[in-house]
């Protein structure tokens, strides 16, 4: 199995500015993955985080909102840009296909609430 | 375009009796599913998989159900546990491409001591 954590597990920010959120892996994953979990909702994948390539971004999140780097195979970093009350959420991130049961391992989360 | 659903938001279960979780997909290519619990204030963890050539996974209180003909899993839970009380987020997975997993919306299953 991974394991995996997040920095900040939580913070409040004022509209306008933006958030950095960290995510490590305790082993080596090719793939990580960036979520966003809105109150009441189901997980929504917001991008693809590959090691020595751009970020894969799915339909509704652009690379200007959410930049993401990869700088190795067990770190991401994910940056919320001049954030509005739509984007509290809670962001997770996952390592891709790492274990027998070809199940991802998730972040405990960054709780994101914007002001 | 929803590939993944979950019907029923929320489940209330006595304890001792069997929790049953259902999941509708549309995409007849995933190849696997499998089933998540989440607790307030932590990420999702992994509960059981099923691989699509399967029909029935088991795992100690664990069972999955696949009937890919309709196109529906199902988690059962037996006997259920007030430990179980959470939510439960269905997800598939096909293993070509990018590997993204695609959730349900979650049901929370609640067990009644």
């Known amino acids: 199995s991974a394991v995996i954590s997040q920095k900040p597990s939580r913070d409040i920010c004022q509209r306008g500015t933006s958030l950095t959120i960290q995510c490590q892996v305790d082993?080596?994953?090719?793939?990580m993955f960036w979520y966003r979990q809105q109150p009441g909702q189901s997980l929504t994948l917001i991008a693809t985080a590959n090691q020595g390539s751009e970020a894969t971004y799915e339909s509704g999140f652009v690379i200007d909102k959410f930049p993401i780097s990869r700088p190795n195979l067990t770190f991401s970093t994910l940056t919320v840009s001049n954030m509005s009350p739509e984007d509290s959420s809670i962001y997770l991130c996952?390592?891709?296909?790492?274990?027998?049961?070809?199940?991802?391992?998730f972040g405990p989360g960054t709780r994101l609430t914007v002001l | 375009d929803q590939q993944v659903k979950q019907n029923s938001p929320s489940l209330s279960v006595q304890e001792g009796r069997i929790s049953i979780l259902n999941c509708d997909y549309t995409n007849s290519m995933f190849d696997y599913f499998l089933w998540y619990k989440k607790y307030p204030a932590e990420g999702p963890t992994f509960l059981i998989s099923i691989s699509s050539i399967k029909d029935k996974n088991e795992d100690g209180r664990f069972t999955v159900f696949l009937n890919k003909s309709a196109k529906h899993l199902s988690l059962h839970i037996v006997p259920s546990q007030p430990g179980d009380s959470a939510v439960y987020f269905c997800?598939?997975?096909?293993?070509?491409?990018?590997?993204?997993?695609?959730f349900g919306q979650g049901t929370r299953l609640t067990i009644n001591p």
């Open positions: 082993s080596q994953v090719t793939m």
């Open positions: 996952s390592s891709g296909l790492a274990g027998p049961y070809n199940e991802q391992f």
């Open positions: 997800a598939a997975i096909q293993l070509q491409g990018a590997q993204k997993l695609v």
